[in-house]
């Protein structure tokens, strides 16, 4: 017969082991985050009539480790006082394609 002691010891026991378990084992997404090969030229898109007091985000390819590259389209972003956008973009690095993310920098 389990004790309530006995029963505590065992809960924390697989509680505390539990995360190491999953830990160990890489998931889908991280075993294919990276790409193999370089992203696609990126495509002529159709902007929409320009708004006031935005910038046009442009397009970029992702990476699908399903799908391969996938296309995001662009878009209309409002602006940021005192900020500049500068564009998403792939660079390879250390043998192998990374993505950085366009951004809001401070302009000067």
């Not at 999953?22 to 929409?48: F, T, Y």
Request: proline letters at 12%; glycine letters at 10%; aromatic letters at 12%.
């Amino acid at each position: 017969m389990l004790t309530r002691r006995s029963l505590l010891t065992s809960l924390l026991a697989a509680c505390a082991l539990a995360p190491l378990g999953v830990a160990a084992l890489p998931s889908e997404a991280e075993a294919q985050a990276r790409p193999n090969r370089a992203p696609p030229p990126p495509r002529r898109e159709r902007r929409p009539p320009p708004k006031r007091g935005h910038t046009w985000i442009p397009g970029h390819w992702s990476w699908d480790g399903r799908r391969g590259w996938v296309w995001s389209e662009g878009f209309w972003d409002r602006n940021r006082s005192g900020h500049r956008f500068t564009g998403p973009r792939w660079v390879f690095r250390r043998g192998q394609w990374v993505y950085e993310p366009g951004r809001w920098v401070r302009a000067w």
